[in-house]
């Protein structure tokens, strides 16, 4: 796909649903896409500032190639500007880290190396980088390797048109139910991602969702029932689920961790849902993957 079109004197960015107009050497939201020469410059193609072999558990993936490693990378930047971000460190840097260029060919040779099943897209939000990504990826399949994007799911349409077949499995955040939070506090549409998510459905991606279970935030029993429905109704009752635990970071010092107990009452809520598979992360809680048929355990 081409990743930008013109528009008079502007450029429009293609790559997420943002769709930043961008004159002469403008930036757009993510701070990591600029117009020069009236073409799109992705700004840190190339430029992976955390690259680190994780468990593909670790993404979190519990239903896709367990047991594996995932080569995962992230660049700065973000088109989302969350205060819980608990990878604001790079998330919302501004400064761009170019010292060493490593092109797509050697992000795949280490995976190659380290023997890792797939590449995940991951720490900060992939469609920025997507330029770069499905370099990587494309490559990665010719060796048999499988992709993966940890994403907020605001991809543009037509990110989401081309990455079928290109990126195999997703971890998408669904951080609340409220359109108006998503658009003053994090800087997105619900609406955006309720279609994205549907649409990655329809073509046969593997997903898996996460909620981080923000105090007060989003713990209302109506939103995450809402969260919960949600996913039955329009994933399928077999689509993973991870509840994930807030720490206070940078931004909100104020907040408290997320209870033990509201993640259990989020997980209750879930299973009346008819949610087959939930888990919950960061809590230090033991998730054993049981076959949801005969209830045996299939992984520990
Ligand atoms: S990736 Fe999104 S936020 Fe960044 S320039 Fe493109 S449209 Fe704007």
């Not at 429009?12 to 943002?18: D, E, F, G, Q, R």
């Not at 409220?178 to 997903?207: F, P, Q, R, V």
Request: net charge negative.
């Amino acid at each position: 796909m081409k990743y930008f079109k013109e528009e008079g004197e502007k450029i429009i960015c293609l790559l997420c649903a943002h769709y930043c107009h961008l004159k002469e050497g403008q930036k757009g939201l993510c701070g990591v896409n600029q117009n020069v020469g009236g073409t799109l410059k992705n700004l840190v193609y190339g430029y992976p500032v955390t690259l680190h072999v994780d468990p593909v558990e670790k993404k979190p993936l519990y239903h896709f190639l367990p047991a594996t490693r995932a080569l995962s990378l992230g660049t700065i930047g973000c088109n989302f500007k969350c205060s819980f971000c608990q990878n604001w460190s790079i998330s919302q840097e501004k400064n761009l880290h170019v010292k060493e260029f490593i092109d797509p060919s050697r992000i795949v040779e280490m995976a190659l190396k380290y023997e890792c099943a797939s590449i995940a897209y991951t720490y900060n939000e992939p469609t920025i980088f997507y330029p770069y990504a499905k370099d990587i990826a494309l490559i990665a399949h010719q060796k048999g390797i499988k992709n993966i994007f940890v994403t907020n799911g605001f991809a543009s349409r037509e990110v989401v048109e081309d990455m079928s077949g290109i990126i195999d499995a997703l971890n998408v955040d669904i951080k609340s139910f409220n359109k108006t939070y998503y658009k003053k506090n994090l800087g997105g549409s619900l609406e955006s991602l309720l279609e994205n998510l549907k649409a990655w459905k329809k073509k046969g991606m593997w997903l898996e969702i996460t909620t981080l279970i923000v105090p007060t935030q989003n713990d209302s029993e109506e939103e995450i029932h809402a969260i919960a429905s949600f996913i039955a109704d329009e994933l399928g009752v077999d689509t993973p689920w991870h509840l994930s635990a807030f720490h206070p970071d940078v931004h909100e010092q104020h907040l408290p961790h997320t209870p033990l107990s509201t993640l259990k009452r989020a997980y209750e809520i879930g299973k009346n849902a008819g949610l087959h598979h939930i888990y919950i992360g960061n809590a230090g809680v033991e998730n054993t993957t049981y076959c949801f048929t005969c209830k045996n355990i299939l992984i520990e």
